[in-house]
Structures are given as structure tokens and as C-alpha cells.
């Protein structure tokens, strides 16, 4: 098993550019989520999913958008970046809603300038 | 506003020394804890709690929850240079929303 992958692993964009960021899974897994963790905040949670066809809101969803056509796969769409978007972002996968141990992708740094 | 916070947010000790790391919440309709530790990756899981005063062991470390005073620690034994990370904790409430805190650095010197 691959595991959680994510694509890119470093991106630079200006201002204003829209972007996908991929994360894909093999394991199965029903829900997934997406988070950024910035220096001195932690990581939040932007979006997430409980299943093909299903996703809602974290804590920091604004200027981002989701989707899941398939259990494998929940990409992470940038719709105009903003500086304030530069981060790391992290997609996580974990079993089902009662199963809590989330299992994380290696993350993509992401600059916005 | 659900928070979590952890304390110290940094800690520098040597090899064989015993380290207590701190988490404290404020959430509305908790479900579970959990301790995650962080090398230069993707956070990587440690324990889930969610009874309080059942202590979890894998080996060196522990961690136990008390859900009146509405914290965690996260204890390590003998520490060891492998354990330098970021250790961090999370709560989940009700709703699939996970809330982190900040992380607790921690340096293990030979």
C-alpha cells in the first residue's frame, strides 16, 4: 500500500493563480480531510469528507473548494490564491467516522507571492 | 470558540530524562483525544483517548485523559534522541471536526 500520496510536493504560484493539489489514498478509507498547518497556528482543518459524494467544512474553508467523485481520491482546489495561503498542506485519510487514528500525506509547500 | 492548547511549546532535555507534555481543551461535544508526534513529515499517530483515567502505553510513552479537568499528558520515559519531534495533540468533536494545537517541541540531547 502506498498510503495517503500527495502531488505536488513544492509549489509556487502568484497571485491570483487557481490551482489543484492532489491526494489520493489505497486503503479504503471513507474519510478524509484536508488541513494547512502555518508556523505558530497548528493545523486547521479545511475541508472534509465522510464519503464519495459527501464533504463539509472545517475550521478555514474560505478561498478553497473540494470535491470527491471517488473514495481514492479528494483533490484540494485553490480558487485564486492569496499570500495568505502560503502554507503546508496536508491531506489525511483515516478507516471511518468512528475510526480516529488519521493516517497523513507527506504534504505540499505551497508559496504564494 | 473550541480550542486546545499545550504546553510548554518548547522543551530541551538529555537523553535518559522523563518529559511530561501538556494538552488542555475547550470544546463543546468532545469525542476523543489524540497524540500525534511530528519529525520533519506528516504527523504520525500516537494514542486515542477517550475514557478518562485509562491510561494508554506503548512502550516509553503513556498518555491519559482526565475529561472533568479537560486535559491530557503525554508522558515519555528515557527519552531518547529518536524522540525529538513535534508532539501534537488534537481533539475531535462532534461533526468529524478535529481541533489541533500548536505542538510542544521537543529536543533530546545526547
Known amino acids: 500500500n502506498a498510503g495517503v500520496t500527495q502531488t505536488p510536493k513544492f509549489q509556487v504560484l502568484k497571485t491570483g493563480q487557481s490551482m489543484t493539489l492532489q491526494c489520493a489514498q489505497d486503503?479504503?478509507?471513507?474519510?478524509m480531510s484536508w488541513y494547512r498547518q502555518d508556523p505558530g497556528m497548528g493545523l486547521r482543518l479545511i475541508h472534509y469528507s465522510v464519503g464519495a459524494g459527501i464533504t463539509d467544512q472545517g475550521e478555514v474553508p474560505n478561498g478553497y473548494n473540494v470535491s470527491r467523485s471517488t473514495t481514492e481520491d479528494f483533490p484540494l482546489r485553490l480558487l485564486s490564491a492569496a499570500p495568505s495561503q502560503t502554507s503546508v498542506y496536508f491531506c489525511?485519510?483515516?478507516?471511518?467516522?468512528?475510526?480516529?487514528?488519521?493516517?497523513f500525506g507527506p504534504g505540499t509547500r505551497l508559496t504564494v507571492t | 470558540e473550541d480550542k486546545v492548547v499545550q504546553s510548554p511549546l518548547s522543551l530541551v532535555v538529555h537523553e535518559g530524562d522523563t518529559v511530561t507534555l501538556n494538552c488542555s481543551y475547550e470544546v463543546t461535544n468532545f469525542r476523543s483525544l489524540l497524540w500525534y508526534k511530528q519529525e520533519k513529515k506528516a504527523p504520525t499517530f500516537l494514542f486515542m483517548l477517550?475514557?478518562?483515567?485509562i491510561e494508554k502505553k506503548s512502550g516509553r510513552l503513556s498518555s491519559i485523559l482526565d475529561k472533568k479537568e479537560l486535559f491530557s499528558i503525554l508522558n515519555i520515559t528515557a527519552t531518547q534522541t529518536g524522540d525529538s519531534a513535534v508532539y501534537l495533540c488534537a481533539v475531535e468533536v462532534t461533526g468529524n471536526q478535529f481541533y489541533f494545537g500548536t505542538g510542544t517541541s521537543l529536543t533530546v540531547i545526547p
Open positions: 486503503m479504503n478509507h471513507e474519510y
Open positions: 489525511a485519510s483515516s478507516r471511518d467516522r468512528g475510526s480516529y487514528e488519521q493516517y
Open positions: 477517550t475514557s478518562s483515567g
